[in-house]
DNA sequence: TTTATACAGTAACATCAGTTACATAGTTTT
DNA sequence: AAAACTATGTAACTGATGTTACTGTATAAA
């Protein structure tokens, strides 16, 4: 464990710190797909991302979703932060979007590690600017863009985050995390074929030129 | 400026800070309308707002704006905190709403305050944490709202925000905040004066039962 | 007072996106 | 192999929203 929280986040923290979270973190691999916090859960612990991607979703009251963004490798959850200390239930729901390892660390330590540390400091002051920032990029995304320009921003980003060119998932799928549905899903990504933009196939279009 | 600090935070923070906070703030009384800070900006003190309203934009490269919510009393400026300790450029347009009384704090002593004061680490926190939420808020009313519902809401926040169930705004207005065309809101706001739920008038326009 | 300007009302139309319905083609189950 | 299921393609339609154009009216400027 201590050997990927250096890999990972060594540039970041100091040794005291490092030696700090090996003492009371719990290292957990997650696989594909495995339902992490859903709204309405309590938290008690923060977590770490060594490795893989963690889906953040937000919901309205019909289960209707929306994809906010994804945490990867040395980010952590600014939301389940803000959670533990205010004793609030989440606002998000988070899945593992490829298998993950992570450090989770009980919420408890934080407020000590942020008198301590200038560096744990700064890790949670940035974390909180990134999700900020990535909130309003989705939200740009959407009040400013049209639903072609924001599927092919949606491809972008998930090819990036699984290092792939393949997206493996169906229309409808897609439709869920843009909060659109399957038809119009499969109307634009024809129309991004035509343009030999992807290529389509069943249960996976690859991405030629985007 | 003591008495007003304390007024609007004293409940909030140690005797100690808010000794410290009157040595090195600044206190500042905004106009109406005075655009406090925009797009691109470099800031270097962090407001603490002790009355009035401050409403925040967001704006696209083509110059289309998006209200994303207000700032009142006992309200601080999370962006400008992540901007100023990363020294990265203001990511919002903030706008006085209404007359508003503040005391500007230097970001230098943050990092300092960060760590002597548990009072102010809650304050930060719960500062991103409320600001976190507003903007899922917002996101919410625009992915899962439609335009009427979105009106309603942003009429009735605006009225609670400025403490006057008379909403000074033309047209034209309402729609940059909500990112619409004057017509679309011209045609909604006619539909609910028929409903009885408001009163239209030139430059103005009045909630009766919202 | 006349003119110009800003604001609001409304009709007609265009477009994007969501819905319904059905067809076709793989895939899995029986 | 037949049946059932799942994913995709596509047409036809609807509705919400944005656009253009023109009107009338209140207000401000000349």
Redesign the pocket.
Known sequence: MIQELKASYGHLFEDALINEIVQVGTYKEIPEGHKMMDIGDYVKSMPLLISGAIKILREDNEGDELLLYYLEKGDTCSMTMACCLGQQKSMIRAIAETDAKLIMVPVTKMEEWTKNYKSWRNFVFESYHNRINELLTTLDNIVF??????LIQYLKEKARVNNDDIIK???????YD?????????????KL?QLGKIK??????KIVNL
Chains 1, 2 share one sequence.
């Open positions: 863009y049209q639903m072609d320009e924001r998932n169906t229309h409808q799928e897609i439709a843009l909060h659109t549905s399957r038809v119009v899903v499969s109307r634009l990504l024809k074929e389509l196939h069943r249960n996976y279009l």
